[in-house]
């Protein structure tokens, strides 16, 4: 199964992510969004199939998309695309691709209805929140 993650390795749900893909058994192949940037039909596609739209997949939070005025509901979906394709860090993360769908992660723990088998428990976030128990049961 090939897996694919849009990462931020400086974002912590991101970090969570990668970690329970990793920890499924998977080796997904990581795509440093920051560094590579995006392209409009590659976001096109990511949303679509993600069923998201630019407005949803905006990070406002420790973002500036505040300061670029793209949080004023009027801006279009075209402007949006535009300010994301110039500054990557506005698009939400991670985005992450497997043959069971498009998900952006957040929570990280999103990601397990992507994985074909869950990781072993106890599994927990950088935070210690417990996500699998120990008898690898999914909590919530």
């Not at 998201?52 to 793209?70: D, F, I, M, N, Q």
């Not at 979906?77 to 939400?92: C, G």
């Not at 998900?103 to 074909?116: A, G």
Request: glycine share 6%; net charge negative; aromatic share 2%.
């Amino acid at each position: 199964m090939t897996i694919v993650i849009h990462h931020n390795p400086d974002c912590g749900t991101s970090r969570n992510v990668l970690d329970i893909i990793r920890k499924s058994g998977e080796e997904p192949v990581v795509i440093e969004y920051l560094k590579e940037g995006w392209t409009r039909p590659q976001l096109l596609a990511l949303f679509a199939a993600a069923d998201l739209t630019p407005r949803e997949a905006l990070r406002v939070s420790k973002s500036p998309a505040a300061e670029l005025g793209l949080t004023d509901p009027a801006v279009s979906d075209d402007d949006l695309l535009d300010a994301m394709l110039e500054h990557p860090v506005l698009v939400n993360r991670p985005i992450v691709c497997s043959p069971k769908g498009v998900r952006l992660c957040r929570p990280s723990e999103t990601v397990l209805d992507l994985l074909e088998k869950l990781p072993p428990g106890p599994l927990h976030k950088e935070d210690g929140e417990l996500i699998i128990d120990a008898e690898g049961n999914r909590i919530a």
